[in-house]
């Protein structure tokens, strides 16, 4: 699970997104239209990226409806303090934005 | 031998290409926030970089090289073809990985 959120997160073309998804993920679950909204990307955009984290069982839907919402999966809460290594040292720079 | 030898600098040529795309996205990852993981893939991209730059000079440059090359048999072609495509194709995954 280690290397895998090094590579979605830090090493990634798509890292930075996916950072900001999951900050806005850990405040509450959302669907991809509110995540839209939230982080003013389209909404094509914020699905790629949710397509890549649940490829690598990093969120999950709840059902197959177009408003579902995203949740960590199991394993990223039981891993949650690799989950805040990796988005400390990826997003140190995020405050001073 | 000389479709052989085309298929072998060519692959030298797009694995350049393709390790150039990644560390592109490396160097501009390791320049945001400086992760050591970042920074082992860029090492791993320079060196692979020179890597393929000399067997692009030998391709493309080295006259005893060529030489030799065209006068091998066709096994030792067929592995110096395997050398630089079988890189291609491991390249390959990891830009799909790395670009998504």
Known sequence: ?97 | MSTLFTIAWVAAAVNVVLLVALGWVWVQGYRRHGASHTLGLLVFASLLLVQNGVWLYFYRLHEGYIGWFVNAGTDVQVGMVLLCGLETVALAFLVRITWS
């Open chain 1, 1 to 97: 699970m280690e290397d895998v959120l090094w590579y979605v997160l830090a090493s990634s073309r798509g890292g930075p997104t996916r950072v900001r998804i999951l900050r806005a993920l850990e405040e509450r679950p959302r669907n991809a239209n509110q995540l839209a909204t939230e982080l003013e990307l389209d909404y094509t955009t914020i699905r790629h990226h949710l397509d890549v984290l649940m490829e690598n069982n990093v969120v999950r839907r709840t059902d197959d409806d177009y408003a579902a919402v995203y949740l960590f999966t199991d394993q990223v809460r039981s891993n949650w303090d690799t989950v805040e290594t990796v988005l400390e040292a990826v997003d140190s720079d995020s405050e001073a934005r």
